[in-house]
């Protein structure tokens, strides 16, 4: 029997799109106000793009009995909130963490073509602002992991040292 472990990539990008498509770069202020809604609806892609790289989804470490997987953390601090992603954890009245789970990502070398098929992964984002008042300011971290410990990181609302950081993107959103 043969079992063969992916390997995995250095990086990841994060991709943010809003409802029409356009790219939203890291770092970015989104204005509410400006754009006369209270709800962002975003589309969130994370790409692999290294030649013959994939993530390890998931396995159970069986010495210390912990599951892990590859995943997408957002962490948003303010009254925003994410209304279509499981919850990590909530600490205080401000601060939330969301995720979902990375499928294997696998980009792969075509050799009829020559290019490189990336792995992709996408979801919708939408994210209620309504609780916001004028002057108030929401903060959304990004980040991907590989080797993450969901029941670590609900447990202890931090991610576990295994945890690899493959990408990481911020935006700010303010009324």
């Known amino acids: 029997m043969v079992v063969k472990i992916p390997v995995p990539p250095c990086a990841l990008t ?4 809003d409802a029409s498509g356009n790219s939203i770069a890291s770092g970015s202020t989104v204005n509410l106000t400006a754009l006369g809604v209270d709800t962002l ?4 892609m994370i790409v692999n793009e290294e030649q013959d790289t994939a993530l390890l989804p998931r396995f159970h470490d069986p010495l210390v009995d912990r599951d892990y997987a590859s995943l997408v953390l957002v962490q948003l601090e303010g009254k925003a909130v994410i209304v279509d992603w499981d919850i990590a954890y909530t600490s205080g009245p ?18 009829k ?9 996408t979801k919708t984002m939408t994210i209620d602002c309504s609780a916001m008042a004028s002057g108030d300011t929401s903060t959304l971290a990004i980040n991907a992991y590989l080797d993450a410990s969901i029941e670590y990181i609900k447990g202890y609302q931090t991610v576990n040292t295994q945890a690899v950081a493959l990408a990481s ?5 303010v009324k």
């Open 14 to 17: 994060i991709r943010l799109l």
């Open 41 to 44: 609806k975003y589309s969130l």
């Open 94 to 111: 401000t601060t939330k963490a969301y995720y979902a789970l990375l499928p294997d990502l696998a980009a792969l070398y075509d050799p």
């Open 113 to 121: 073509t020559s290019t490189v098929t990336p792995g992709v992964f």
């Open 169 to 173: 993107f911020s935006l700010t959103i």
